[in-house]
């Protein structure tokens, strides 16, 4: 059993960054990947990053690299989702998903997902 939380996310203006967060609780928690989505309502989840859990080697999506940035402390079971220079279109819920196996760069066949939190970015 594996529990994801999300939190951080909130209200920020055009320009403004946010950082969040995603905490793992079970037994035992190690996964091969954890990642970062996003959907927005009426649109489909979008991949947003991710970084493998032992080696920490990341992958942003192509629209998001060089403003978003994903990391994680493995002690800590926590991976975090650093967005900069945030624009009105980033306003989505952001999801924290883990995958125990090797999936594909930008795939959605995550085993875990946390319920979210709100990003709101305003004009």
């Known amino acids: 059993q594996v529990q994801l939380v999300e939190s951080g996310g909130g209200l920020v203006q055009a320009g403004g960054s946010l950082r969040l967060s995603c905490a793992a609780s079970g ?20 991949f947003v990053a991710a970084i493998t859990w032992n080696i920490g080697a990341t992958s942003v999506a192509d629209s998001l690299r060089g403003r978003f940035t994903i990391s994680r402390d493995n002690v800590k079971n926590t991976v975090y989702l650093q967005m900069n220079s945030l624009k009105p279109e980033d ?15 930008g795939g959605t066949e995550y085993d875990y997902w946390g ?3 709100q990003v709101t970015v305003s004009s």
């Open 115 to 117: 319920q979210g939190t």
């Open 27 to 46: 037994r035992t928690f190690s996964p091969y990947v954890m990642g970062w989505f996003r959907q927005a309502p009426g649109k489909e989840r979008e």
């Open 91 to 105: 306003t989505a819920v952001y999801l924290c998903a883990a995958a125990l196996r090797p999936t594909v760069v």
